[in-house]
């Protein structure tokens, strides 16, 4: 049973999760890297509520504070999850084959976030140390410095769903462990440690593409070659390059998380000499030789800050990328764009589309490497989007500067 009724609240402040317990008002720093709003109704919940309960009352947008066993939490979010995929006999009826793939994807998308709804109302009370005082409750000061920076020194406290919370852990134990990555060569040193909030690079066959590609020559009269990697998250196409022998490398992002991130992975490697992470709205200032962007696949808008390493809306790092590349390419330098054409299969773009903005900033396509997806999604035939990640290809288009016309 619950320890306490549902309290809804007047209004509840973006910043911050307000409720009533044992009589008194209460408030805490309200944390949602999905940009989501703090619930309108709070309900006290521990070990002696029902599955079928917490589920209903999730579903009717009443947030669950969590006040029992951490590990009981658990088990109640997993079995809330199998509630939130299961669909009755009733709807599966009336459900409509999608139309077309893209229809398959909102869709998919759309079940996605009522899922990450559903789950995250779900919370779990974090002390201004980063600590959780619930019975059986894992060290989570480590994971969440790493996540939201040092903890305030104003003794706030902090409420997060757990659904979240179980990321940053996760998250947290890739960093520790690592990926490892083949194109930087044997182990020990070939790891990239991907940081929360930056995408960690699972999509091997693009790396690959980068490992082999023939590079471009050095300008007349210089023995090195100079190379940008435009948005590097975790810095890992900027040590694959690095690995390659390439003399000087410029990775820039945006972000705070990747920048760190890059940081920290191009010093364990041992890289600092070639590459340095720089702040940059895509190019760094200068010239390069070689210019390298693996920029979101799809055009559509993210739905979260954590989807933007996926979806990017209308385009804008691609047609960005595109529209900067001549200003930057030194003379008879490359631009290795990685691109899926999962895009054109879900109908979002075109080839011609692509071709055409290619010529439009006055690029030409020296040539085209092709890989196939290593991914399991590639061979899952129960993914609504199989029939395109089944047709995907992941090409390496290089692209060079078109001659400028002469009178």
């Known amino acids: 049973m619950p320890l306490t009724p549902p309290d809804t609240l007047p209004e509840q402040s973006p910043s911050h999760l307000q409720w009533q317990e044992n009589g008194l008002p209460c408030s805490a720093r309200w944390r949602s890297e999905r940009g989501l709003m703090p619930a309108q109704r709070v309900l006290l919940a521990d070990d002696t509520i029902p599955a079928d309960s917490a589920f209903r009352a999730a579903c009717e947008g009443t947030a669950l504070l969590w006040r029992g066993d951490f590990q009981n939490a658990r088990h109640l979010l997993q079995a809330m999850a199998r509630r939130a995929d299961q669909v009755s006999p009733g709807k599966r009826q009336k459900m409509t084959q999608p139309a077309t793939l893209l229809d398959a994807l909102n869709q998919h998308r759309q079940a996605q976030a009522r899922r990450a709804r559903l789950l995250g109302m779900l919370l779990i009370e974090v002390n201004a140390d980063y600590s959780i005082s619930l019975r059986r409750a894992p060290d989570t000061k480590e994971a969440l410095t790493e996540a939201w920076g040092a903890p305030d020194l104003d003794g706030a406290k902090s409420v997060v769903s757990l659904r979240e919370l179980l990321g940053i852990r996760s998250a947290h134990e890739w960093q520790r462990v690592g990926v490892e ?35 471009p020559k050095p300008p007349k009269g210089q023995n090195q070659l100079t190379a940008f990697d435009i948005g590097t998250g975790t810095g890992v196409l900027a040590a694959v390059l690095a690995r390659r022998g390439v003399g000087q490398i410029v990775a820039t992002d945006t972000d705070p998380r990747a920048l760190a991130c890059a940081r920290s992975n191009i010093a364990q490697l041992g890289l600092e000499q070639q590459v340095s992470v720089v ?15 693996n920029p979101p696949w799809l055009p559509l808008r993210p739905g979260s800050p954590l989807e933007r390493a996926v979806y990017d809306e209308e385009g804008r790092m691609l047609l960005g990328f595109l529209q900067g590349l001549c200003a930057h390419l030194a003379a008879k330098g490359e631009a290795w764009l990685i691109l899926s054409n999962l895009a054109e299969l879900l109908g979002l773009r075109t080839r011609d589309e692509l071709l055409a903005e290619f010529e439009r900033n006055g690029l030409r396509v020296v040539s085209r490497i092709d890989a196939k997806p290593l991914h399991p999604k590639a061979s899952d035939a129960s993914d609504p989007l199989h029939q395109a990640r089944a047709k995907e290809v992941t090409s390496l288009w290089r692209l060079a500067a078109l001659p400028v016309a002469t009178a």
């Open 181 to 215: 990555i083949p194109a930087l060569g044997t182990p020990p040193h070939n790891r990239i440690h991907p940081h929360y909030g930056v995408f960690s690079p699972v999509r091997g066959e693009y790396l690959q593409l980068v490992a082999t590609a023939h590079l």
């Open 279 to 293: 702040q940059a709205d895509l190019f760094p200032a200068g010239l390069a030789s070689l210019i390298v962007c």
